[in-house]
């Protein structure tokens, strides 16, 4: 009984995520040009990071999940970047629901997917070709631009999803940005994701996510970049070892 239901979420999952992105998602960004026209590009912008929000809110929904939230009060009012563990690529609506609509430096295989790199282009993403270090410094440059001007970013430094969900170490470079811009770090912790999406596994799994947003960290009172990584990373280890005992289904 359970993995017919588990079938029956995926079905219904992929049709209706599909349907939002593609369809309803046009229909956002174009709506957005008119109010830009209209009414401005302020009203334009809230519009459509709204229902990017809504997006992110419903993903659980249609996934028939529950998010648990902890430390929204920590969300600064200045431009930050996010750095938050990665678990599973239901990480990214859980962030832009419940802590930010910013950008994401995104792999350039997801250029060519509808819905999904219109709005990364929208809240000024960026994709790169690990291939290509050219193309990564270009890209990179106007990752920072966008930092100084205002957009939030949001990055997973272990670089790839966690198979148990322990935190992977760090990769070189993670912290950079935050560094060369000095905008703070807002450390997010996530928990339970992986469940949800479990490797290897055509079936999506319901079930329950924890998220913990830890106070923000100033870079400039780090002397270097390693420093300031290490120091984020055993934010996160702390705070997803407690989300992990607060599991009741997976604990242990």
Same mark, same amino acid.
Do not use: C
């Given at each position: 009984?359970?993995?017919?239901?588990?079938?029956?979420?995926?079905?219904?999952?992929?049709?209706?995520?599909?349907?939002?992105?593609?369809?309803?998602?046009?229909?956002?960004?174009?709506?957005?040009?008119?109010?830009? +026209?209209?009414?401005? %590009?302020?009203?334009?912008?809230?519009?459509?990071?709204?229902?990017?929000? &809504?997006? #992110?809110?419903? !993903?659980?929904?249609?996934?028939?999940?529950?998010?648990?939230?902890?430390?929204q009060?920590?969300?600064?009012?200045?431009?930050?970047?996010?750095?938050?563990?990665?678990?599973?690529?239901?990480d990214?609506?859980?962030?832009?629901?419940?802590?930010?609509r910013?950008?994401?430096?995104?792999?350039r295989?997801?250029?060519?997917?509808?819905?999904?790199?219109?709005?990364?282009?929208?809240?000024?993403?960026?994709?790169?070709?690990?291939?290509?270090?050219?193309?990564?410094?270009?890209?990179?440059?106007?990752?920072?631009?966008?930092?100084?001007?205002?957009?939030?970013? +949001?990055?997973?430094? %272990?670089g790839?999803?966690?198979?148990?969900?322990?935190?992977?170490e760090? &990769?070189? #470079?993670?912290? !950079?940005?935050?560094?060369?811009?000095?905008?703070?770090v807002?450390?997010?912790?996530?928990?339970g994701?992986?469940?949800?999406?479990?490797k290897?596994?055509?079936?999506f799994?319901?079930?329950?996510?924890?998220?913990?947003?830890?106070?923000?960290?100033?870079?400039?009172?780090?002397?270097?970049?390693e420093?300031?990584?290490?120091?984020?990373?055993?934010?996160?280890?702390?705070?997803?070892?407690?989300?992990?005992?607060?599991?009741?289904?997976?604990?242990?």
């Amino acid at each position: 009984m359970r993995k017919v239901f588990r079938i029956f979420t995926t079905i219904y999952f992929v049709i209706i995520a599909t349907i939002y992105l593609v369809f309803y998602g046009g229909f956002v960004l174009s709506w957005g040009k008119i109010l830009k +026209i209209f009414k401005g %590009e302020e009203a334009s912008k809230k519009y459509v990071l709204n229902e990017v929000r &809504k997006f #992110g809110v419903r !993903a659980f929904s249609w996934l028939f999940s529950k998010v648990h939230i902890e430390g929204q009060e920590n969300i600064p009012d200045e431009t930050f970047m996010v750095a938050a563990n990665h678990q599973s690529l239901m990480d990214i609506p859980l962030i832009l629901a419940y802590v930010t609509r910013g950008g994401f430096i995104a792999k350039r295989e997801l250029e060519k997917i509808p819905g999904v790199s219109w709005f990364i282009k929208y809240m000024g993403g960026v994709f790169i070709d690990r291939n290509d270090p050219r193309q990564i410094a270009g890209e990179i440059k106007k990752v920072l631009k966008n930092l100084r001007d205002g957009v939030n970013y +949001i990055v997973f430094p %272990e670089g790839t999803r966690t198979r148990d969900g322990n935190v992977l170490e760090f &990769k070189k #470079g993670s912290m !950079a940005l935050a560094m060369k811009t000095k905008v703070k770090v807002l450390p997010v912790a996530i928990w339970g994701t992986m469940y949800l999406v479990p490797k290897r596994s055509l079936l999506f799994d319901p079930g329950e996510v924890y998220l913990k947003i830890l106070p923000p960290v100033d870079p400039v009172k780090f002397k270097s970049e390693e420093e300031l990584m290490e120091y984020v990373r055993s934010m996160i280890v702390e705070a997803v070892e407690e989300l992990r005992s607060k599991d009741k289904k997976h604990k242990g």
